[in-house]
């Protein structure tokens, strides 16, 4: 089974940019439909983005359009979610999710692994 490690988050102000990554180690990971999720203190985990296996394709949570781009390279393991115009209600634990049965079993949040997730904290 595909074995996850995110990278990159931090703190960052208002409008700031960080860029997040998540190795995945195991054979097979361009099987993985690939998916990022957050989770804010006091809150559920929610969806974050999706992107298919040859990352042609991605969906986002509406909240996050036009600001986060999710991408991958197989070549590499890796999956990266890029975010723009940082905003405080972006403060959360992000995770990585992989699933082979594709997006929509991800994005029930009921993927084959996660991450140990990485702290994005955006101050006001």
């Known amino acids: 089974q595909i074995q996850l490690v995110e990278s990159g988050g931090g703190l960052v102000q208002t409008g700031g940019s960080l860029s997040l990554s998540c190795a995945g180690a195991?054979?097979?990971?361009?099987?993985?439909?690939m998916g990022w999720f957050r989770q804010a203190p006091g809150k559920e985990r929610e969806f974050v983005a999706t992107?298919?296996?040859?990352?042609?394709?991605?969906d986002y949570v509406d909240s996050v359009k036009d600001r986060f781009t999710i991408s991958r390279d197989n070549a590499k393991n890796t999956v990266y979610l890029q975010m723009n115009s940082l905003k405080p209600e972006d403060t959360a634990v992000y995770y990585c999710?992989?699933?082979?049965?594709?997006?929509?079993?991800?994005?029930?949040?009921?993927?084959?692994?996660w991450g140990r997730g990485t702290q994005v904290t955006v101050s006001s």
């Open positions: 999710a992989a699933s082979l049965a594709g997006k929509t079993k991800l994005r029930l949040g009921s993927p084959d692994a």
């Open positions: 195991g054979e097979y990971f361009d099987s993985y439909v």
């Open positions: 992107i298919s296996r040859g990352g042609g394709v991605a």
